[in-house]
């Protein structure tokens, strides 16, 4: 019964918020068709550089004689090593002797602005703003303890007319307590609400860019915040104003940096938390992300998606309870109640903006803050490149590895290189290692356990696997903090931490054409359930890959066949799909052996872990082996790779096969034994252990989609076939006739040393990376 009440409060409550959405929807659409047709720009004022000499201290306060007690010394004495710095105590209208307490205890270094009643922590912000002498103001609350040294870095973080802010880096002054603030905050756009956290990253030893400045912990360009209005009256009692601000600052085109050399420590809450319930403030909350919502976000996709989520957090509350992630019915009355104020604020914010809501929150993340505002050569002497890689590189146990573990190699030699490498566990730690003596810098991330399928998503699965709210910061990071000029992406699940950059590039990998793989593969599907999830994600991978490429500044792709592939669905990148740059081996690593290998011996490569190679082995077994074995009664199969089956789990019928497993260096198998086979059936790109074979003189016989992108002409570089019979006669023959064996793999080393040399491919890549940087460059 009360199940049923519930569900019933909630159905009427997601009906009423429908009505109360859709009119505030259709209020603030009015409106801003209204302000559009009869109220022109606001003449912005030039952008200036404050004297950064000194700042003025502004402290808000309201009955926190104690807090005063404690912490005010050490805002005195960080003033006085700047001389023309001042304190000034705005008190708002407090009935503990506050007031009393300043001009008795600090009367000659504190100037106190006494107001007669409470304006809140944003009034007596802005009058104190007024007030203050200095172009440059820090603002802290009342229960912050500064460091002496403070201050300079906060002066000297305004290096241009740009810096609107820069925020201190805050600890808790109980050193126990968990730290919820830093002082580098970061807000994004999510199913249509804003989002804000703070970021523990002791890492950054430089100023960084931040969503907002702490209303109070940061220093502000006095003359800036007043061009913005101060801190909104709209938002009172408390909470969001400084986020306000800074929204409204980075869409007025400037910056908020944090300043991490700059330390003070905070005691939480210690007003607003003294003198309110939680309940109460968590009641302030939810109204002013309202109102923060209404009044600044002007994209009305964002605003619509907005309304939508509105009403089912409403219900979800109404069902469910209060969550401090969901708006209730309470706190949306409670903002509607403002709402002709706020559609005045939503006017001033849009004549302010010079930039849209989606700029801004791409802005104050650190690639594009570098790729927006940072002074870049337009001829870069040698490029910082970011290489990021969804799977472990090292040992190189599986093809992609092998690839991007030797282009890794040669582009520690040409470039300033940088990684990040997303790895299974952490016991793999430690074999990566060893990259830190080729890279300048590795960064590494524990993939979280698998998620589960959302088979209603229209996201690939592949892909939403690889979302990572830490990888995407760390990429962020990495950009800024080491001055990349290029962003290399492996494999499609990365796509999605391109960025829409003007002069930083961004270039994607495709290992292998990602819906074609799986169209290939769908053959081999047999139980109906999985054909139809095989079927639906193919479904979903065409749309998602052919929507995410032309995104790229350039697309990588393994072979000809695989650039001819995608652009017969995108004609439009044309000239943007490279096919010459990553798919190659260092052949220098491998020695040409024509002779003396192990007679009557048959190899297969491949790691147990990857469909097409499962499937392939189990073709070759039941339709193949027994052909060769016909012929050659004597023959061996060799099986070697990771992620091997239990060697009792072999079926007794298959004869003559012999389960090794993984080895150390497959350059060992690629030189002992007799005949290499590739039996791929589906799948796309380039087999990279095609190319090894290649280039270790092992004689090798592939199907056609095994050789795709290598070897077009039967017999050439290796025997084709794709039936079973066809595939059984070219292992027979490299086994009875040597000396075709030999002349094969004389041709096919020659190949592999011509054109998929990963050296050479590698110097190629450079210099298109570099033609990619100076052409963005030269055209912004």
Known sequence: MVKALRLLKAILFAFLTMFLAASVAAVIAVWDLVSALFTGRKQLLADTIPDRSAASFVIPNWNGKDLLEMYLPSVVEAASKHPGSEVIVVDNGSTDGSADFVKERFPDTVRLLALPQNLGFGGGSNAGFAAAKNDIVVLLNSDMRVEPGMLKPLLDGFT????????????????NKKREETGLTNGWWSNGHLRVKHVIDTTIDQPYPCYYGGGGSCAFDKRKFLELGGFDHLLRPFYLEDTDLGHMAWKRGWKVLYQPASIVFHEHRGTIGKNFSDTYIQGVLKKNFLLYTWKNIHEWRKLGEHFLYLISDVGLSAAFGHSAERVNLRGLLRAIAQLPECLQARSRARKLAVTSDTEVFRRQTGAYFRDRFA??????????????????VYPPIHGGAVFMYQTIRELARLCDLHLIIMLDWEWELEAHQSLRALAKSVEFVIRPPAKQKRLGSIIPHAVYEFENADLEYLIQRQTYLHKVDVLQLEYTVLGQYAGDFQRLRCILFEHDVYFQSIARGLPFVKSPIKR???????????????????????????????????????PEMRGRIDDQYRAGVDTSRYEFKSGGREADTVLFLGSFRHTPNVEALDWFIHHVWNLVLAKRPGARLILIGSDPPPKHSLSPEWKNVELIGFVDDVRTPLAQYAVFICPILSGSGVRVKLLEGFAAGIPTVSTTIGAEGLAAKDGELCGLADDAQGFADWVVRLLEDPATAADMAVRARAYVEEHRDMRRMTERLV??????????????
């Open 160 to 175: 241009d007319e740009k810096v609107f802010a820069v925020s201190c880096q805050i600890f808790f002054s109980d050193p």
């Open 767 to 780: 210099e298109c990376y570099k033609h990619e940087v100076q052409q963005a460059r030269h055209r912004r």
């Open 532 to 570: 139809i999830q095989h079927t639906w994600e193919y479904l979903r991978a065409l749309r998602y890959e052919l929507k995410l490429l032309p995104r790229m500044h350039r697309v990588q792709v393994c072979s000809v066949d695989n650039r001819t592939y995608v652009e017969s669905f995108l």
């Open 375 to 392: 002074e870049l050569p337009q001829e870069p002497e040698r490029l910082s490149v970011l290489f990021v890689a969804p799977y472990p």
